[in-house]
């Protein structure tokens, strides 16, 4: 089983950076592709950004050139770090983990992001 503890989230300023983390426990970090999604009140859940186990990168449109993907498969942890954050970005932000092979998708509790002057 699979349980993935988010932090990071908080209240920051338009132009403004947070770092999240998300701490993976369970077996096989390494084989999975983990995401970061976003949820905004009275919208659907979307796709921020993603790595796959080899490293490869993709990101939404909307984040593309200020938003950073990371995952450490020592530490068992995948990090983004959000710079020139804008009220926009506002959102309850879940961490994700996806293997697959046999399509086992897991999803953490969320931490809030709140971007406002």
């Known amino acids: 089983q699979v349980q993935l503890l988010e932090s990071g989230g908080g209240l920051v300023q338009p132009g403004g950076s947070l770092r999240l983390s998300c701490e993976f426990s369970?077996?096989?970090?390494?084989?999975?592709?983990m995401g970061w999604y976003r949820q905004a009140p009275g919208n659907q859940r979307d796709m921020v950004a993603t790595?796959?186990?080899?490293?490869?990168?993709n990101y939404a449109d909307a984040v593309q050139g200020r938003f950073t993907i990371s995952r450490d498969n020592a530490k068992n942890t995948v990090d983004l770090q959000m710079n020139s954050l804008k009220p926009e970005d506002t959102a309850v932000y879940y961490c994700?983990?996806?293997?697959?092979?046999?399509?086992?998708?897991?999803w953490g509790q969320g931490t809030q992001v709140t971007v406002s002057s």
């Open positions: 369970g077996n096989h970090f390494n084989i999975y592709y």
């Open positions: 994700n983990a996806l293997n697959r092979g046999s399509r086992n998708n897991y």
């Open positions: 790595i796959a186990p080899i490293g490869t990168t």
